[in-house]
């Protein structure tokens, strides 16, 4: 398996365009995150999905943040309008479930917004 | 609610020197608990992994105990090398379905 894919891998942006980050889960995992790292704030889970469905978006900042899951293979995280505070490594990961909790998350590469 | 503690860092080591990382956690019932790495420019990846106590995970000379007495996790290498220079982050899963990582420790190996 190719892993998780996050694309676009670096994202230059100005302030108040829209940005569209996107992810391929490994097939067959049925949780997917997304997580932003920052160095002031550390890694911090945005929201989760559960067969496609969001379960938990109390992490996404505001109204500007929203994520959809059309299908178990695809999976974006729209940002509009983009505000200089949103630069950030946004990282995508999938895992199974495993005795009624997840198991080992798999990381994407992850993509490097950087709002001007 | 779930949450875990590691050491501040940089920790800065000379090669082959000894590595202790020190992890603690607080979770209701018996979590999973796990180690991920994270190189520069890429994102975080599995370690090393327990599931019940007195497990003891090990990957690549890396090991931990998952140690419910002590509710701690602390990670350990023997010799570290320049190559180990990474930032190491401390997780658990249980209880819900949302993973707690810790703050992560930066790791800074010299030759």
């Known amino acids: 398996d190719a892993g998780v894919i996050q694309s676009p891998r670096h994202e230059v942006t100005e302030m108040g365009q829209e940005v569209t980050l996107r992810c391929k889960p490994i097939s067959g995992h049925d949780y997917l995150f997304w997580y932003r790292q920052t160095m002031m704030r550390g890694l911090e889970l945005l929201i989760y999905f559960n067969n496609n469905v969001p379960i938990d978006d109390s992490g996404m900042p505001e109204d500007r943040f929203s994520a959809k899951m059309p299908n178990a293979s695809f999976s974006t995280l729209k940002i509009q309008p983009s505000e200089p505070r949103d630069s950030a490594v946004y990282f995508c990961?999938?895992?199974?479930?495993?005795?009624?909790?997840?198991?080992?998350?798999?990381f994407g590469p992850g993509t490097r917004l950087t709002v001007l | 609610g779930n949450s875990v503690t590691q050491m501040e860092g940089p920790v800065t080591l000379s090669e082959e020197a000894f590595l202790t990382i020190n992890c603690t956690y607080t979770a209701t019932g018996y979590p999973s608990l796990f180690w991920y790495v994270q190189y520069p420019g890429e994102g975080l990846q599995l370690l090393l992994k327990?599931?019940?106590?007195?497990d003891k995970g090990s990957n690549k000379g890396f090991e931990a105990t998952y140690r419910k007495e002590t509710t701690s996790f602390h990670l350990e290498k023997g010799s570290v090398q320049v190559s180990d220079s990474a930032v190491y982050f401390c997780a658990l899963t249980g209880g819900s379905y949302i993973p707690t990582f810790g703050r992560g420790t930066s790791l800074i190996v010299h030759p």
């Open positions: 327990a599931t019940k106590a007195d």
């Open positions: 990961a999938s895992s199974l479930r495993a005795s009624g909790r997840t198991d080992t998350q798999y």
